[in-house]
């Protein structure tokens, strides 16, 4: 089993950054494909970016594309969501997620059914 445990969440301007941490608790946190997934009030949750267990592959939402950037660090047990030029529709309480089964597509990483284990959230404010 994973706990997940999502940190640097805040209020930022519009044009601004943060950098959203996940740590993982457990032995086998490299085992997980890792997701960053995101919910605005009275909407669904959306995907965001997802990496895969050795982080050499990356998908990104096209809503982040070219701003958001995802990474990770085995060693630390810990995923990173680099958020950059932000914007007020990126406005959400943002959720890490750690996947157990092969995915062999974009449709697998993005979608949060094929998720076992969530964080609580971090809110991230972007004001205008």
């Known amino acids: 089993q994973v706990q997940l445990v999502e940190s640097g969440g805040g209020l930022v301007q519009a044009g601004g950054s943060l950098r959203l941490s996940c740590a993982a608790s457990?032995?086998?946190?490299?085992?997980?494909?890792m997701g960053w997934f995101r919910q605005a009030p009275g909407k669904e949750r959306d995907f965001v970016a997802a990496?895969?267990?050795?982080?050499?592959?990356?998908y990104y939402a096209d809503s982040v594309k070219g701003r958001f950037t995802i990474s990770r660090d085995n060693a630390k047990n810990t995923v990173y969501l680099q958020m950059n030029s932000l914007k007020p529709e990126d406005t959400a309480v943002y959720y890490c997620?750690?996947?157990?089964?092969?995915?062999?597509?974009?449709?697998?990483?993005?979608?949060?059914?094929?998720?076992?284990?969530w964080g609580q959230g971090t809110q991230v404010t972007v004001s205008s």
């Open positions: 457990g032995r086998t946190f490299s085992s997980y494909r």
């Open positions: 990496i895969s267990w050795r982080g050499s592959l990356t």
């Open positions: 997620a750690a996947g157990a089964y092969y995915c062999s597509s974009y449709e697998c990483y993005a979608h949060l059914n094929e998720y076992d284990y």
